[in-house]
T-cell receptor, first 114, second 109 residues
Framework: DSGVTQTPKHLITATGQRVTLRCSPR?????VYWYQQSLDQGLQFLIQ???????AKGNILERFSAQQFPDLHSELNLSSLELGDSALYFC?????????????FGPGTRLTVL | GQNIDQPTEMTATEGAIVQINCTYQ??????LFWYQQHAGEAPTFLSY????GLEEKGRFSSFLSRSKGYSYLLLKELQMKDSASYLC??????????FGTGTRLQVFP
């Protein structure tokens, strides 16, 4: 158990819908990262937040957005869902400023778009 | 840009030794991680190298050559539970992490 929690564990929805994935980082971690992992694909970095502020953006679609709240939990919002958005979505957290800045992953949310 | 290459699949026998290679091209290199990921589960941290050389941790060892842009993960005394994907990830610009597509290792009895 990494200490990172994600909800829900599974999500099944239809095309065109909007969903919200939630992540709580490890206690004391300030950075939160979101990744997408499609079938047989590597982990694709989406976005990073540090202490409430957006820090880095990866391959995140405009239909996707995220935020980090004052209590440091984060939400990833996916809208106008398409079949191709079906994937495992992982959240990871790190202390930020540690050496090394190791990322610890949550169990993931499996999103299925029908 | 950043680029990481590792073999797609490998097979080995229980009790044997296997070496999983990773080559990378990146700017602002700050270190290299290896993660293990069982199917459908979260990646879990295995090792971190920032200096050249070998880091040993039980049955797992990781090697780094910064000048060659090369790393390997060595797994000894393979067990069935070691069947998983092994992800090489490069840390650059302090806190940016890019992952390779992973090497799926199958261990046979």
């Amino acid at each position: 158990d990494s200490g990172v929690t994600q909800t829900p564990k599974h999500l099944i929805t239809a095309t065109g819908q909007r969903v919200t994935l939630r992540c709580s980082p490890r206690s004391g971690d300030l950075s939160v990262y979101w990744y997408q992992q499609s079938l047989d694909q590597g982990l694709q970095f989406l976005i990073q937040y540090y202490n409430g502020e957006e820090r880095a953006k990866g391959n995140i679609l405009e239909r996707f957005s995220a935020q980090q709240f004052p209590d440091l939990h984060s939400e990833l919002n996916l809208s106008s869902l398409e079949l191709g958005d079906s994937a495992l979505y992982f959240c990871a957290s790190s202390v930020a400023g540690a050496d090394p800045d190791t990322q610890y992953f949550g169990p993931g949310t499996r999103l299925t778009v029908l | 840009g950043q680029n990481i290459d590792q073999p797609t699949e490998m097979t080995a026998t229980e009790g044997a030794i296997v070496q999983i290679n990773c080559t990378y091209q990146t700017s602002g290199f700050n270190g290299l991680f290896w993660y293990q990921q069982h199917a459908g589960e979260a990646p879990t941290f295995l090792s971190y190298n920032v200096l050249d050389g070998l880091e040993e941790k039980g049955r797992f060892s990781s090697f780094l050559s910064r000048s060659k842009g090369y790393s390997y993960l060595l797994l000894k005394e393979l067990q069935m539970k070691d069947s998983a994907s092994y992800l090489c990830a490069v840390l650059y610009n302090t806190d940016k992490l890019i992952f390779g597509t992973g090497t799926r290792l199958q261990v046979f009895p």
